[in-house]
């Protein structure tokens, strides 16, 4: 049997081949051809999402931030100046009246006038006064008088007279008694009646009571005057200079005099104005040294001691007053405690009454905490606040610093600085400037 040589015959092309073959293998190489378009697919996919990763992870080279920082210095306490207002007070105040009513016939200043203590200022009507003194000093200089004569005893004159007059009662009832013997003799014999015996013995009786009466009043003028008429006459003349007396100060008060230096603030009554006892007339207003009036709280008074003395501002110039007095009274309403400075007495030109003063008042509030500029901080959650401290990263790059969000409470500010406690401790740094660029984590250089 011969064999047939092989012929070399063109191979089909892939429709050709795909077309006369049969039909269950034209679908399984269908198939084959869409599993590796999807795997060729899926593999590209893959290929462009490792590559977003890793262009996505890969560092980026950036400059870090420069700060400037804070080393953190704790203390244990901090001074608050506050400023209180207080009034210009005078030192002295008066409304001047007089003592008693009367017609005002004169007032010698008008308000605003300056004047020194012991000037006149008003004047009562003072006549009626006057007349009264004068019928007083008419009464005393009559008991005064009659003193005299007492003071000096009877006059010899009047002795002389009086002895005179013993004498010659004497004389008179010597004679009598002589007719009385002679009657009775007469009577015994009946040449007279029992009458006329009777008017000579009555006339002879009489006669010796005339005569006791004179040597009575002649002992007393040689024992001169009773110390106790003197008394009483001294007495009577000392009454009438105590109302001469108590007239002068009548008259004197009828004339208002300053009781101090000052000004005159008001001007209430005019001449001719009838005025009761006490009525204001004048207000004096003292301006020596002017007295500025606050009220402090209890804890602030307690720092103070009288004699200390701190500024004033008052209308925009400053003053330093001395602490005069604290007054022992708490005010019920505002619960404070009144203090009392004194003013240079220079200032008694610049100042009125009831001007408002400042004044300023340092207190030592004893808490921790740290003085932190403004520009520290930033706003956080639940009104608290928020600084942020660096801290060495733990890559080899000593330069670079990481950001920490500290909380803190602030206390007080002062101009442009707080006091603020928190979660800082001493020797950590605080960058004081451009928080608001800052995230926590973030990493800066500091400040050389």
């Given amino acids: 049997m011969q064999s047939i040589p092989e012929q070399n015959l063109p191979e089909p092309s892939v429709s050709q081949s795909l077309s006369e073959a049969p039909l269950p293998r034209r679908l399984s190489r269908k198939i084959g051809w869409m599993l590796g378009a999807i795997a060729l697919l899926g593999g590209l996919t893959l290929l462009g999402v490792r590559t977003l990763l890793t262009r996505e992870s890969a560092p980026q080279m950036v400059d870090a931030l420069v700060v400037e920082t804070l080393m953190v210095e704790p203390v244990e306490s901090y001074t608050v100046a506050r400023t209180y207002t207080g009034e210009v007070v005078a030192g002295r105040t008066s409304e001047l009246g007089f003592e008693q009513g009367g017609e005002l016939v004169e007032v010698l200043v008008d308000r605003g006038d300056r004047i020194t203590a012991g000037e006149p200022l008003a004047r009562l009507d003072t006549r009626r006064l006057q007349a009264q003194r004068a019928q007083l000093m008419a009464q005393r200089d009559r008991a005064q008088a009659e003193l005299l004569e007492l003071q000096n005893g009877p006059r010899r004159e009047a002795i002389a007279s009086a002895q005179s007059s013993v004498q010659d009662l004497e004389n008179q009832l010597e004679l009598e008694r002589l007719r009385q013997e002679r009657r009775e003799v007469l009577y015994t014999e009946g040449a007279i009646s029992l009458e006329d015996r009777d008017v000579v013995a009555f006339g002879a009786d009489a006669l010796e009571e005339r005569l006791a009466a004179a040597r009575s009043q002649l002992e007393e003028l040689q024992n001169g005057t009773r110390p106790e008429q003197l008394m009483a006459q001294q007495a009577t003349v000392e009454q009438l200079a105590a109302s001469i007396a108590d007239l002068d100060i009548a008259i004197e008060k009828s004339t208002i005099f300053a009781p101090f230096s000052g000004a005159i603030a008001a001007r209430r009554l005019d001449e001719g104005a009838i005025v009761e006892a006490g009525q204001p007339i004048l207000r004096l207003v003292e301006q020596a040294e002017p007295e500025v ?156």
Avoid at 423 to 441: C, K
């Fill in 293 to 448: 009036e606050v009220g402090l709280p209890l804890e602030a008074i307690a720092n103070l001691n009288a004699g200390g003395s701190f500024p004033v501002s008052i209308g925009g110039q400053p003053y330093d007053a001395a602490i005069a007095a604290i007054l022992p009274e708490v005010d019920s309403t505002t619960r404070t405690q009144t203090v009392v400075l004194r003013l240079p007495s220079t200032a008694a030109t610049n100042l009125s009454p009831d001007q408002l003063a400042d004044i300023e008042l340092a207190q030592t509030i004893d808490e921790e905490g740290i003085w932190l500029p403004l520009s520290a901080l930033t706003q956080g959650d639940r009104g608290l606040w928020s600084a942020f401290a660096v801290q060495p990263t733990e890559e080899s790059d000593d330069d670079l610093f990481q950001v920490e969000r500290r909380q803190v409470e602030v206390l007080h500010t002062e101009g442009d600085r707080a006091f603020v406690r928190g979660v800082l401790v001493a020797g950590d740094r605080v960058i004081t400037d451009g928080v608001q660029r800052l995230v926590p984590g973030q990493q800066v250089q500091l400040m050389d």
